[in-house]
């Protein structure tokens, strides 16, 4: 059996569908026992893990399509919308990221209080949001902007500026700044 014709043949030319795709699924094409499908798994894992880079690495984010190629790797394929957050230094280098919410396929949960914990508990003097958005289309919703208005003004009272807000879709992004939305 070729396993890479039964691969193609169970889920289409589309590799990305492979690797979303549960060991359940993977076992479920002919000739594909746990084991097979266990190493078909890790090393789709494995080349997104490759792909992404460090963040650690990163002095700071220049531009908005920086911070887009960045996490489309890690996000284009997610099924849930995940809010994150940049903490920043005084200087605009990255202390850490932090993850606000896990939603649902079109929702996040994002608090005020949650972001801004994180950034006190840091020292952060400013901050980038970034989430994605698992339908692949990065438009801003009237929520994505409201919440973005309303951490704008805690920050502003705080004395930590938000200093753009990145939405992440399948192959673009959307940045608040570049929109005149922030």
Not at 52 to 63: C, G, H, I, P
Not at 90 to 103: H, T
Not at 104 to 110: F, H, P
Not at 115 to 125: D, G, N, Q, R, T
């Amino acid at each position: 059996i070729d396993l890479g014709r039964e691969i193609i043949s169970h889920f289409g030319s589309n590799l990305r569908e492979v690797g979303n795709a549960d060991i359940s699924e993977i076992t479920a094409i002919k000739g594909m026992g746990l084991a097979k499908a266990t190493g078909v798994k890790a090393a789709f894992t494995l080349a997104a893990r490759f792909q992404a880079r460090k963040l650690e690495t990163l002095d700071r984010f220049t531009s908005p399509r920086q911070v887009f190629d960045y996490f489309h790797h890690e996000f284009r394929d997610c099924r849930k919308e995940y809010f994150l957050v940049l903490l920043l230094d005084g200087k605009n280098r990255i202390i850490r990221r932090v993850q606000i919410s896990e939603g649902s396929l079109n929702q996040s949960i994002v608090h005020p209080r949650e972001v801004f914990i994180a950034a006190v508990k840091e020292s952060a003097a400013a901050l980038i949001l970034v989430h994605n958005h698992p339908t692949g289309d990065p438009a801003p919703s009237s929520e994505d902007i409201a919440i973005t208005r309303r951490l704008k003004e805690a920050g502003e009272i705080m004395g930590i500026k938000v200093l753009d807000h990145i939405i992440v879709g399948d192959g673009e992004f959307i940045s608040f700044v570049e929109r005149g939305l922030l």
